[in-house]
């Protein structure tokens, strides 16, 4: 027996980019559906241990993504899930927001209590209702069998542009010439690892790490971030298609978030690859933390205390929407009429089959704008797309994925979601000034 549900808004997947567009629905007056296919919030926040949150700032250390993101951050602050935004010692940005999923899971559902939204945990959506070119509702798998959920205006932020895909809009995947994505990571943490034996080394050899800040500063630094340990890393022949050792500390003051593992060639998108993704990611996890208790000095007494519940994935769909924001529209800093977003994090790309990383700034005041028209998916009146799977190149969605930038498009797709289904018209005919102005009313930066 299939059941029917009915809303303003509908929005497919509960990651930190779902949670701001359900929020932002809600508290605009809208009867808003989150759908998650987990039995918890987070998205790769939590599923996949993606940690911590970086940036809310530019390089220069102006804050351009406040809004319903910074609301985020205060609220852990006062639960105790997060000492706030702190700066990054040794990466290549200027902030880092540490934060406890455990804490973020709970908050996130309080907060949907609060905007009145209602939310479907252990739910997949697996398939869509178009009609005139309009998504009329979307099915959903699970425990009690087929549900509709029918709605005025979707929001599709599964990562994976999944509603799109189902609806038979048009969506890009990985680079132009391949198609092929950056690597998934499967990231996991460690306890017992002594940070001030780290701290030292990094003060005696310096010519071993990424680095910006003086390394006669660290002793008055927090220590939120370490990317290197080349010479331990080549010399330990670890088989990962990587170059160097990545993990950031914290939580607790004995942990580590590690982000080493590499899997490369395989399709996010495709059952069969994300198996083969799983298995190979979790023996590299065991080949990462027996090289650290051998090699790195503060990881001998140290052991693995979690793994991600699932593979981290960086890339797979996303819409070919009415704009496709380039990496020229990101490294000049482009500013746009129909801004509804900024953000000042790098291109950070991950080669999707080398070892390295490719790493650009961006011009000028170190942000840019992410349009409206990226939002929009093409040949539907009725679907936004926020977070991962906005519409980008290749190139810009190495920036545009990052954590904070996800959460500023989704408090915006649920913003217009519900200025649309108010005022009754296609998504791609809402006057941006109201939007923006909703916006900026909600503290967000423009």
């Known amino acids: 027996?299939?059941?029917?549900?009915?809303?303003?808004?509908?929005?497919?997947?509960?990651?930190?980019?779902?949670?701001?567009?359900?929020?932002?629905?809600?508290?605009?007056?809208?009867s808003t559906v989150l759908i998650e296919r987990y039995g918890f919030l987070g998205g790769m926040s939590t599923a996949a241990s993606v940690y911590p949150w970086m940036t809310f700032h530019t390089e220069q250390g102006e804050q351009v993504i406040k809004g319903l993101a910074q609301e985020i951050v205060d609220r852990l602050m006062e639960r105790g899930g997060s000492p706030g935004h702190l700066r990054d010692t040794v990466g290549f940005v200027y902030s880092v927001t540490p934060y406890h999923p455990e804490i973020?899971?709970?908050?996130?559902?309080?907060?949907?209590?609060?905007?009145?939204?209602?939310?479907?945990?252990?739910s997949f959506a697996d398939e869509v209702q178009v009609e005139g070119g309009k998504i009329r509702s979307v099915s959903l798998a699970g425990k009690s069998g087929r549900i509709d959920v029918r709605g005025r205006m979707f929001v599709d932020?599964?990562?994976?542009?999944?509603?799109?895909?189902?609806?038979?809009?048009?969506?890009?995947?990985?680079?132009?010439?391949?198609?092929?994505?950056?690597?998934m990571t499967m990231k996991f943490r460690m306890r017992g690892v002594d940070l001030e034996a780290v701290r030292q080394v990094?003060?005696?050899?310096?010519?071993?790490?990424?680095?910006?800040?003086?390394?006669?500063?660290l002793d008055r630094l927090p220590l939120t971030g370490v990317s290197g340990f080349y010479a331990e890393w080549k010399a330990g022949q670890v088989p990962i298609n990587r170059d160097q050792v990545l993990f950031f500390t914290g939580p607790a003051e004995d942990e580590v978030?590690?982000?080493?593992?590499?899997?490369?060639?395989?399709?996010?998108?495709?059952?069969?690859?994300?198996?083969?993704?799983?298995?190979?990611?979790?023996?590299?996890?065991?080949?990462?933390?027996?090289?650290?208790?051998?090699?790195?000095?503060?990881?001998?007494?140290?052991?693995?205390?979690?793994?991600?519940?699932?593979?981290?994935?960086r890339e797979t769909r996303r819409i070919d929407g009415l704009y496709r924001l380039s990496i020229e529209d990101v490294l000049e800093g482009r500013r746009f009429d129909d801004a509804i977003a900024r953000s000042g994090y790098p291109i950070d790309l991950h080669d999707p089959s080398g070892k390295g990383v490719t790493s650009a700034f961006i011009k000028g005041s170190g942000a840019y704008d992410i349009p409206y028209r990226s939002l929009i998916a093409q040949?539907?009146?009725?679907?936004?797309?926020?977070?991962?799977?906005?519409?980008?190149?290749?190139?810009?969605?190495?920036?545009?994925?990052?954590?904070?930038?996800?959460?500023?498009?989704?408090?915006?797709?649920?913003?217009?979601a519900a200025l649309v289904c108010a005022i009754g018209m296609p998504a791609r005919e809402l006057d941006v000034k109201l939007l923006q102005e909703r916006l900026l009313r909600g503290n967000a930066v423009l």
């Not at 189902?166 to 132009?176: D, I, N, Q």
């Not at 990094?202 to 500063?217: C, G, R, V």
């Not at 810009?396 to 649920?414: D, K, V, W, Y």
């Open 1 to 30: 027996m299939k059941h029917t549900l009915e809303a303003d808004v509908v929005v497919v997947g509960g990651g930190p980019a779902g949670i701001a567009a359900a929020i932002a629905a809600g508290r605009q007056g809208a």
């Open 257 to 313: 978030l590690v982000n080493c593992t590499r899997v490369q060639g395989l399709d996010g998108t495709s059952i069969e690859d994300l198996t083969l993704a799983e298995a190979i990611g979790r023996k590299q996890v065991l080949m990462m933390a027996e090289f650290l208790q051998n090699s790195i000095p503060g990881f001998a007494k140290a052991s693995i205390s979690s793994v991600g519940a699932q593979i981290g994935i």
């Open 104 to 122: 973020f899971k709970v908050l996130a559902v309080d907060m949907l209590q609060e905007a009145g939204v209602k939310l479907l945990a252990h």
């Open 202 to 217: 990094m003060i005696d050899n310096p010519d071993n790490f990424y680095h910006k800040t003086p390394f006669a500063e």
């Open 157 to 183: 932020t599964s990562g994976d542009a999944d509603v799109a895909h189902l609806a038979g809009a048009p969506t890009l995947k990985g680079r132009e010439e391949d198609q092929r994505t950056q690597p």
């Open 379 to 416: 040949g539907l009146d009725n679907l936004l797309a926020a977070g991962r799977c906005i519409s980008t190149t290749h190139e810009a969605l190495a920036t545009t994925r990052l954590t904070p930038s996800c959460m500023a498009t989704g408090e915006a797709a649920g913003t217009a």
